[in-house]
């Protein structure tokens, strides 16, 4: 399958996805109270609106999971210098520490059940050491890829450069401005970036995958 016609099937599984999930919202929050007021307006759905489920007991059997949690990473490949390069007194830090415990744990979890999955809290990128900036941040998503991040949500630093950067983030293409600077191109992330309340000023659809489920 061409690369074209890959990235056109990644936009168009987000965008159902996200279709999908607001309209379960809508079903589940009426755009209007059920018995507004006298001279009240109706309060306006949104995205941000408040929503509350109730859900019957679960009858079946439970499954055990393990999450693998980071945030903040901020493109440190390299291990930081000064205080923010030392663990409780221990020099630590950057990617190869990060990816050798993050895969030590996974194995450990592995063991006791097969739902194990890495995580990260946003704030990957943006405001990043000059070896991942220098190549407007590709290398980190790279490194990510490669350490078998699942999925993450958008921090504010996600943002830095606009939300057209993300997408690129997301899908891969190459700079519009200085390009493909290493010469091999760039496909983007492996993992879904998950953004529930970053919403499209015209659609009004969140502009990323709201949520994702795994099995």
């Known amino acids: 399958m061409d690369r074209a016609r890959t990235d056109w099937i990644r936009i168009v ?24 007021q006298r001279g009240t307006a109706a309060a306006r759905w949104t995205p941000m609106s408040p929503v509350s489920v ?3 007991q679960a009858t079946g059997g ?7 949690a980071f945030n903040d990473f901020h493109g440190n490949i390299d291990p930081p210098t000064g205080s923010s390069g030392v663990v409780n007194g221990t020099p630590a830090g950057g ?5 050798y415990w ?29 070896v991942s900036a220098a190549f407007h ?20 630093h ?21 390009g493909c ?12 970036y998950l953004a529930a309340n970053v919403t499209d000023k015209v659609t009004k659809l969140p502009i990323l995958l709201p949520l994702t489920i795994r099995l």
Do not use: W
């Open 13 to 36: 599984r987000t965008l159902v996805i996200a279709i999908f999930a607001v309209a379960v919202v809508l079903a589940l929050s009426p755009l209007t109270p059920s018995s507004p």
């Open 95 to 99: 990617v190869e520490y990060l990816a």
């Open 137 to 156: 941040d590709e290398p980190t998503i790279e490194e990510l890829n490669a350490m078998g991040v699942d999925l993450s949500s958008v921090g504010n």
């Open 158 to 178: 996600e943002f830095d450069e606009g939300v057209t950067e993300l997408y690129r983030m997301q899908f891969g293409g190459c700079h519009p401005t200085d």
């Open 102 to 130: 993050v895969k030590q744990l996974r194995a450990q979890a592995l063991l006791t059940t097969p739902h194990v999955y890495t995580v990260a809290a946003g704030d990957n990128i943006g405001a990043t050491p000059l």
């Open 181 to 192: 600077q290493d010469g091999d191109g760039f496909a983007g992330a492996d993992f879904p």
């Open 62 to 68: 439970t499954a055990t999971g393990t999450l693998l």
């Open 54 to 56: 109730t859900f019957q």
